[in-house]
């Protein structure tokens, strides 16, 4: 019988118990706030014994306290399943060849409700199981290439893609798709911009803030909008392709560089900072914003540099921050740090010492800004002068993530500062901008009776 109430225990299991319920039961059940039909789900190992968990019609789920509960009663039982089987892509003649390469994440990913974690669990081939509609927009080829969560990637699954998608396109693929989770899709997105030079195809990357067995996931349509972006668009850059408003009217096509998560649950977490959007897509066309963009060619040819120096790390600057922080990164080996910092790129002077140390030691120290928005301007106050003179390097207008993951990759190639610095602080993939447009920074207040006149005619 312990099989029954997997993942149940205490009060839990005596009420399945006294109605004879099972785990994957069909059941009704009232209570004292209401009555509730679903499906018996089991628990997480460590989650507590007052509460029963079911899954509505409408697929999401509830807890019910299981003191409220006055009868249940078992209408039907079926163990669910929650795995999609795998299906060979179709081909069409004519059709684009497109390539995806699975990496994990919430694209690919189901509900463990043994632990109650959203596992990576889809392979590439399982996502036409459960988008078909992918087979109307191209030749889908599929390959797993890890099946970690976002914040497990690194700088080998840097390398390992930039090397994959170099083969893919020198063999002749029309356009690549990247599953990634979306809490370090943009640092993939930027890395890989730096890897990656002057491809003929588009490379996009794709996640899902939302799980597939959520009603309300983003995850198909996401990849019908990559798919769409990666066939038939001409824009041949990495990018982020994610929705656009928190509807799923369109999507948006971000530049590798310049893109960054800003939401831990919006649908339409991802913004371009200091910049427009390349494009918007749905799934019958592409409308670029820009036209400043690397077009699509015929030739195979691109450049692939899978460099990357793990001992980089990026400092947000806080009031009182004490010079042992930068100390310990000395002592510790790193060779390269960034710097978001306040304002035009400032941080205190207690910090100097140690800033002069690494300037005397030959480790590279950038400044951004953690205001995200807006240019380094270190020539202003005294203090950017100071810091200028004992070595630090304004790096524009980059932004801090794009930042770490470049001196990591310059310094991959070479430990020489005058080359470091070259490498930095030239402009790749808009990485760094002669300006900002009049609309590459919009920020409302809500509240405000203007704002909200206007929040009320347009989308979010």
């Known amino acids: 019988m312990i099989d029954i109430f997997k993942g149940y225990k205490g009060d839990a299991v005596e009420i399945l118990k006294k109605f004879n319920i099972r785990v994957w039961g069909d059941a009704e059940i009232k209570t004292t706030r209401g009555d509730f039909s679903g499906i018996i789900l089991p628990r997480s190992e460590n989650d507590d014994d007052k509460h029963i968990v079911l899954k509505l019609v409408t697929g999401y789920n509830v807890g019910i306290n299981v003191g409220t509960i006055t009868d249940m009663k078992e209408i039907g039982y079926k163990e669910a399943h929650y795995k999609i089987p795998e299906k060979k892509f179709p081909f069409t003649e004519g059709q684009p060849k497109v390539k995806l390469f699975g990496t994990g994440g919430t694209i690919a990913s189901r509900l463990d409700y043994r632990t109650g974690a959203v596992i990576p669990a889809f392979s590439p081939g399982e996502l036409y199981g459960a988008v078909p509609e992918l087979a109307d927009i191209c030749n889908l080829e599929t390959e797993k290439l890890f099946a970690v969560f976002s914040e497990n990637m690194g700088p080998e699954q840097y390398k390992t893609l930039a090397i994959a998608i170099g083969k893919e396109i020198e063999k002749g693929i029309d356009g690549i798709i990247i599953g990634h989770g979306t809490d370090t899709l943009h640092h993939t997105a930027a890395i890989l911009s730096f890897m990656i030079q002057d491809s003929p195809v588009?490379?996009?990357?794709?996640?899902?803030?939302?799980?597939?067995?959520?009603?309300?996931?983003?995850?198909?349509?996401?990849?019908m909008h990559a798919a769409t972006a990666a066939a038939q668009s001409d824009i041949a850059e990495v990018m982020v392709c994610?929705?656009?408003?928190?509807?799923?009217?369109?999507?948006?096509?971000?530049?590798?560089?310049?893109?960054?998560?800003?939401?831990?649950?919006?649908?339409?977490?991802?913004?371009?900072?200091?910049?427009?959007?390349?494009?918007?897509?749905?799934?019958?066309?592409?409308?670029?914003?820009?036209?400043?963009?690397?077009?699509r060619r015929d030739d195979r040819k691109v450049t692939i540099l899978p460099y990357f120096e793990e001992k980089v790390a990026l400092l947000y600057y806080y009031p009182n921050m004490q010079p042992d922080m930068i100390y310990s990164l000395i002592d510790n080996g790193y060779k390269g740090?960034?710097?978001?910092?306040?304002?035009?790129?400032?941080?205190?002077?207690?910090?100097?010492?140690?800033?002069?140390?690494?300037?005397?030691?030959?480790?590279?120290?950038?400044?951004?800004?953690?205001?995200?928005?807006?240019?380094?301007?270190?020539?202003?106050?005294?203090?950017?002068?100071?810091?200028?003179?004992?070595?630090?390097?304004?790096?524009?207008?980059?932004?801090?993530?794009?930042?770490?993951?470049?001196?990591?990759?310059?310094?991959?190639?070479?430990?020489?500062?005058?080359?470091?610095?070259?490498?930095?602080?030239?402009?790749?993939?808009?990485?760094?901008?002669?300006?900002?447009?009049?609309?590459?920074?919009?920020?409302?207040?809500?509240?405000?009776?203007?704002?909200?006149?206007?929040?009320?005619?347009?989308?979010k």
């Open 337 to 459: 740090i960034v710097i978001a910092g306040t304002g035009l790129g400032h941080v205190n002077k207690p910090l100097y010492p140690a800033i002069k140390k690494c300037q005397e030691l030959g480790i590279p120290i950038f400044m951004t800004v953690q205001t995200l928005w807006g240019y380094v301007h270190m020539f202003v106050y005294d203090t950017g002068r100071d810091l200028m003179n004992y070595g630090i390097i304004p790096a524009e207008n980059m932004l801090p993530e794009v930042a770490i993951v470049k001196l990591s990759w310059a310094l991959g190639q070479t430990d020489d500062m005058e080359k470091v610095r070259e490498l930095m602080m030239t402009p790749i993939a808009n990485d760094i901008t002669k300006r900002e447009p009049y609309n590459g920074y919009l920020i409302y207040q809500g509240g405000i009776p203007e704002v909200e006149e206007f929040i009320k005619k347009v989308h």
């Open 202 to 223: 588009p490379i996009i990357l794709v996640g899902s803030q939302r799980s597939s067995d959520r009603p309300s996931s983003d995850a198909a349509l996401n990849l």
């Open 242 to 295: 994610m929705f656009g408003p928190t509807s799923d009217e369109y999507g948006l096509l971000h530049q590798g560089t310049r893109v960054r998560k800003m939401h831990s649950s919006y649908r339409s977490t991802f913004r371009t900072i200091g910049d427009t959007p390349i494009a918007t897509v749905t799934r019958d066309k592409i409308t670029p914003i820009k036209q400043n963009y690397n077009r």
